[in-house]
């Protein structure tokens, strides 16, 4: 079983920039694909993106492709969500989830594990 804690979210100005992290726990994080998933208020959650467990492939979801872009590191446990050129349809609770089984790409993966997330809020 893994822990998943995020943090860095706040608020910013549309345009602007924020860099989320999820620090796991335990010590098979590199054995995980991990993920980053959204829910605005109101609305379902929704799939971001994911990455498998060398980093070496990732998916995203079209409303974000070319603006975030997600990473790990393996040695801190600990996988990253950089936002670029935010805009307030990006405004929701950011949530990290963790997965035991292969990566593929697509947005109907499925995952094991969630943190309990972080609040993104873009202000126009």
């Known amino acids: 079983q893994v822990q998943l804690v995020e943090s860095g979210g706040g608020l910013v100005q549309a345009g602007g920039s924020l860099r989320l992290s999820c620090a796991a726990s335990?010590?098979?994080?590199?054995?995980?694909?991990m993920g980053w998933f959204r829910q605005a208020p109101g609305k379902e959650r929704e799939f971001v993106t994911s990455i498998n467990w060398s980093g070496g492939r990732t998916y995203y979801a079209d409303s974000v492709k070319g603006r975030f872009t997600i990473s790990r590191d393996n040695a801190k446990n600990t996988v990253y969500l950089q936002m670029n050129s935010l805009k307030p349809e990006d405004t929701a609770v950011y949530l990290c989830a963790a997965r035991v089984g292969p990566w593929y790409s697509g947005s109907q993966i499925g995952f094991d594990y969630w943190g309990q997330g972080t609040q993104v809020t873009v202000s126009s």
């Open positions: 335990g010590r098979t994080f590199s054995r995980y694909v």
